[in-house]
């Protein structure tokens, strides 16, 4: 299994500004995610965070509203950028497990904004 | 495209059955299943793979039938511990491995 930190695990911010959160792994990992998940809804992938090149975005999420990086196999930051209140959700950091547990999409505690 | 769940939300008792269904209208490679309970991360707890090899909890089963792209995940004898939201992922596999899209979940509620 794998073990994922997440911070700042809540924060409020101002319209206009940028926030980075960063996610940490125990163990590395082939491939992380980064997922939204806007209160009492379901959760929608933002982006896959490849180590060493830029990351690919689903349909929807731009890499200027959403840059992400993943300098090694254990560590990724996504950051919202220009934020605005329809940003207010939880952005979840998660990890696709190894050897016994190959296939299992692991999650950190995920980092709720408020955006006012 | 999103997978539709139902039902949207289940009342059980402690000691009662329920079933989860999943519907998606593509072709898949896998089924996954998540629990979340309020304020937590989600938590893994089965996966169905394109020809019948399954993985997770022993207390709870699913199925996948894979010409209908559906999976129903079945609870026995629920306990207080299963309340939470239930959320299916299905994976199209290729290029897209391990990347979930997930239903819209289903409310499940155990009182005593």
């Known amino acids: 299994s794998a073990v994922i930190s997440q911070k700042p695990s809540r924060d409020i911010c101002q319209r206009g500004t940028s926030l980075t959160i960063q996610c940490q792994v125990d163990s590395q990992v082939t491939m992380m995610f980064w997922y939204r998940q806007q209160p009492g809804q379901s959760l929608t992938l933002i982006a896959t965070a490849n180590q060493g090149s830029e990351a690919t975005y689903e349909s929807g999420f731009v890499i200027d509203k959403f840059p992400i990086s993943r300098p090694n196999l254990t560590f990724s930051t996504l950051t919202v950028s220009n934020m605005s209140p329809e940003d207010s959700s939880i952005y979840l950091c998660s990890a696709l497990g190894g050897g016994s547990s190959t296939g299992e999409l692991f999650f950190g505690e995920g980092s709720r904004l408020t955006v006012l | 495209q999103q997978p539709v769940q139902s039902p949207q939300a289940v009342i059980l008792r402690e000691g009662e059955d329920a079933v989860i269904n999943c519907s998606s209208s593509?072709?898949?490679?896998?089924v996954h299943w998540y629990r979340q309970k309020h304020g937590e991360a989600p938590v893994f707890l089965m996966i169905l793979l394109k020809g019948g090899e399954q993985k997770g909890h022993e207390k709870i089963s699913a199925s996948f039938n894979e010409k209908k792209q559906q999976s129903s995940l079945y609870l026995t004898a629920s306990q207080l511990s299963y309340s939470g939201t239930y959320f299916c992922?299905?994976?199209?596999?290729?290029?897209?491995?391990?990347?979930?899209?997930f239903g819209q979940g289903t409310i499940l509620t155990v009182h005593p």
């Open positions: 992922g299905t994976e199209p596999g290729g290029t897209s491995y391990g990347k979930l899209t």
């Open positions: 593509k072709a898949l490679y896998s």
